[in-house]
T-cell receptor
Framework: NAGVMQNPRHLVRRRGQEARLRCSPM?????VYWYRQLPEEGLKFMVY????????ESGMPKERFSAEFPKEGPSILRIQQVVRGDSAAYFC??????????????FGDGTRLSIL | AQKVTQAQTEISVVEKEDVTLDCVYE???????LFWYKQPPSGELVFLIR????DEQNEISGRYSWNFQKSTSSFNFTITASQVVDSAVYFC?????????????WGAGTKLIIKP
């Protein structure tokens, strides 16, 4: 499967724990985007990364959330000291270049994070 | 500011009926892209269509058709002869050509229920 791979598909954490969400982009894609979908809502942009660089993190909460896309390996979205309000579906998308012109974003199946 | 409005929160029809999902967008850009995604109960996002702002031709793909009207800033989606498998949440999204052209702006979604 050459698509965007996210794991785990479901993640359960207790309040105060850390959550790590992984995203492997499509082969040949060096641009990764994370979106959050709260229950009954559309997706909201969180962060855009290229290899080893955060390009735009304007949609990501300033505290407890961080993202990285290392030279080797998947992109990681990390949420520290999770709270109930972090319960959501987190989607990762990738593209070979930035923008939507000829490069639509390809989405993974998402990680459903549940906070007990 | 850019915005996507899907005024229909939920639509319920009987199988084989035609149904139209509305999408109204706001943007100041002259170049932009519009998308429809399907999210079935299993939760993944299924890409349906992307349309750029310079192409106002309506599109038909099997039982699906899209009506793009720049004059009313609408990009409506019609399913003809609906089937139970069409039951899903459908999202309309927008991206602009500009510094943040990688961001997808999403509507809140329309939940479509097709009754047998």
């Amino acid at each position: 499967n050459a698509g965007v791979m996210q794991n785990p598909r479901h993640l359960v954490r207790r309040r105060g724990q850390e959550a790590r969400l992984r995203c492997s982009p499509m082969k040949g894609h060096s641009h990764v985007y994370w979106y959050r979908q709260l229950p009954e809502e559309g997706l909201k942009f969180m962060v855009y990364l290229q290899k080893e660089n955060i390009i735009d993190e304007s949609g990501m909460p300033k505290e407890r959330f961080s993202a990285e896309f290392p030279k080797e390996g998947p992109s990681i979205l990390r949420i520290q000291q999770v709270v109930r309000g972090d319960s959501a579906a987190y989607f990762c998308a990738s593209s070979p270049r930035a923008g939507q012109g000829n490069q639509p974003q390809h989405f993974g199946d998402g990680t459903r994070l549940s906070i007990l | 500011a850019q915005k996507v409005t899907q005024a229909q929160t939920e639509i319920s029809v009987v199988e084989k009926e035609d149904v139209t999902l509305d999408c109204v967008y706001e943007t100041r850009d002259t170049t932009y892209y519009l998308f429809w995604y399907k999210q079935p109960p299993s939760g993944e996002l299924v890409f349906l269509i992307r349309r750029n702002s310079f192409d106002e031709q309506n599109e038909i793909s099997g039982r699906y058709s899209w009506n793009f009207q720049k004059s009313t800033s609408s990009f409506n989606f019609t399913i003809t002869a609906s089937q139970v498998v069409d039951s899903a949440v459908y999202f309309c999204a927008l991206s602009e050509e500009g510094d943040s052209n990688y961001q997808l702006i999403w509507g809140a979604g329309t939940k479509l229920i097709i009754k047998p």
